[in-house]
């Protein structure tokens, strides 16, 4: 399928959407939810559905089991290396950060996504799963959770994939990249917005829950 490319819907809607400022920890999102999804109504169906299948798997609405399915028809529908390189980075970290908090608690991930899931499974002992050198932040992200700095750590992982989605979006102005990289960073926008400690905790209880299921406790 042809996803991705310029398309005459692209101009009016990117045009449409105020601009992001330069870093997510904002007290405001630019522009609310429904204003969002109301001016997301401008894409052909196809590429809403996959907008949509993009929005959901890096907001973590689904459970660890259903995301090879997820992923896989969301990578079945595109070629365009762009956009493809979007879903793919955004894969590789929610991989890793799953892998990282599973492992603290003692379990594994019920499913592998992204292009790194394999490589974990197979060197699951190795210290950061040997890919230090490839995700240096890996470290700091897990030395964070040992500490219990949960809000820290997610900063971590948003400033991460805030810096992916706006690499990824250079040099492009009017196509599926630009408005995929800016419904992930307004999501980092809002989800930082409502931040607080208390969210912080139950945030990672839910996502060790979702990475091993029924075996991960409530978090002290």
Same mark, same amino acid.
């Given at each position: ?13 990117? +045009? ?65 290396? +762009?956009?493809?390189?979007? !879903?793919?980075?955004?894969?590789? !970290? ?71 989605? +706006?690499? +990824? ?10 408005? !995929? ?30 990475? !091993? ?8």
């Amino acid at each position: 399928m042809n996803m991705g490319r310029n398309s005459g819907h692209f101009p009016t809607l990117v +045009a449409s959407l105020p601009r992001l400022p330069s870093d997510f920890e904002q007290p405001h999102v630019p522009i609310s939810r429904p204003r969002l999804e109301n001016r997301l109504q401008m894409l052909p169906e196809e590429e809403l559905e996959l907008v949509r299948l993009v929005d959901g798997f890096w907001r973590w609405e689904y459970q660890e089991r259903e995301g090879p399915d997820i992923y896989a028809a969301m990578v079945s529908r595109i070629d365009n290396p +762009a956009v493809l390189e979007c !879903i793919q980075v955004l894969a590789d !970290i929610r991989m890793l950060t799953v892998a990282v908090r599973a492992r603290l608690r003692g379990g594994k991930p019920e499913a592998v996504v992204g292009r790194w899931g394999e490589h974990i499974l197979r060197n699951w002992q190795t210290p950061d799963f040997g890919l230090v050198l490839r995700f240096p932040w890996l470290t700091e992200f897990r030395g964070l959770l040992e500490n219990k700095d949960y809000a820290g750590a997610e900063r971590r992982v948003c400033r991460i994939v805030w810096h992916e989605m +706006a690499r +990824a979006a250079e040099n492009h102005y009017f196509d599926l990249t630009v408005i !995929i990289s800016y419904l992930v960073r307004w999501d980092i926008i809002n989800r930082w917005a409502v931040r607080d400690h208390a969210r912080g905790v139950d945030r990672f209880t839910a996502l060790v829950k979702e990475a !091993i299921g029924d075996h991960a406790g409530k978090i002290e």
